[in-house]
């Protein structure tokens, strides 16, 4: 499958919407206990909101919220050290393995949003866009997407804003970031980044070193849109910049746009721990779905609800 073949699906389900609307949640007896989480950084927000949501259905229910990186996500819950693992990407074949030979079964994997990466410039930068040759030329020492040379001034994409023809100074997430991995695949075509990339531990940390550094540009979730920043439009090729908005998002017409996800330990045949059956329902109901809306992202479409709530009940 391409990097952008999985969206085809998306908005054939979108047309879904108009129909089958899932349910309002409802509260069910016998709810309590420890919900323990780790994974995504990206996600962090938005598992904090749904858990505060959560718990004002369910006094009872306590959370221990870890948000280190996707990649923590697979091993806590194959050494049983969470109940859900939040990711900003897709398991790996190795994260795949290690859990198939602990438990001779694959995790599920339920889609709870749609999120995009962002490229994010100082608010006050002209910059109309980049496509994607450039965004990898400008972040990678490989340039595998095709660049005939590397981008390190902003000279070279021809801004005038004074101050801007000097270096580009670089941020960007640290490796076990699910947004690192989508980048690296989809942006700098399985490349690798220039040693001159600040890693950073948050999408937060990226976009306010972006928006507090003269002439800086970062990569990050875009739900962590701030007032300092801008996003750039993003072009595939040649200068056909597609704006980063929920619109663009939800048809795949935006190039780093990405499912998110919550992977669980559930047997097959067997049912969910009551606490994590219905904490996923309530993530997938229209309450859940808009604190997805709220936050930026953009929820996922009727049809696709379903199919998930078939998953896990």
Not at 117 to 136: C, E, M, R, S, T
Not at 225 to 251: H, M
Not at 270 to 288: A, I, T, W
């Amino acid at each position: 499958m391409t990097k952008f073949s999985g969206w085809l699906l998306l908005s054939v389900l979108w047309i879904g919407q108009a129909f089958a609307q899932p349910e309002n949640y409802t509260k069910q007896p016998g709810v309590a206990g420890k919900l323990t989480s780790v994974g995504s950084d990206t996600m962090a927000n938005l598992v904090g909101l749904w858990s505060q949501s959560f718990k004002t259905l369910y006094p009872h229910v306590t959370f221990q919220l870890q948000a280190s990186g996707s990649s923590t996500a697979p091993p806590a819950l194959t050494e049983g050290t969470a109940n859900i693992g939040p990711m900003s990407r897709e398991l790996k074949a190795s994260e795949l393995n290690y859990f198939r030979r602990t438990f001779g079964y694959d995790p599920v994997v339920i889609k709870v949003a749609v999120d995009a990466i962002a490229i994010f410039v100082d608010h006050k930068n002209p910059l109309p866009g980049l496509n994607l040759q450039q965004v990898d030329a400008i972040f990678s020492a490989t340039r595998f997407c095709g660049a005939p040379q590397s981008v390190n001034s902003w000279s070279q994409l021809g801004t005038e804003l004074p101050g801007l023809h000097g270096q580009i100074k670089l941020y960007g997430r640290n490796a076990v970031s699910g947004t690192y991995g989508m980048f690296k695949r989809d942006a700098l075509c399985d490349g690798d980044f220039k040693a001159t990339v600040n890693e950073q531990p948050g999408s937060a940390s990226v976009v306010q070193s972006v928006a507090y550094s003269n002439g800086a540009i970062g990569y990050a979730g875009f739900g962590y849109k701030t007032a300092g920043v801008r996003a750039l439009p993003i072009a595939l090729e040649g200068t056909q910049y597609v704006a980063v908005n929920s619109e663009n998002i939800a048809s795949g017409d935006y190039p780093l746009s990405r499912y998110l996800y919550i992977v669980v330990n559930k047997p097959p045949g067997k049912s969910l721990p009551l606490l994590v059956q219905e904490f996923l329902r309530f993530v997938l109901s229209p309450e859940g779905q808009q604190v997805v809306r709220k936050e930026g992202y953009v929820p996922i479409p009727a049809q696709l609800v379903q199919q998930q709530l078939e998953t896990i009940l």
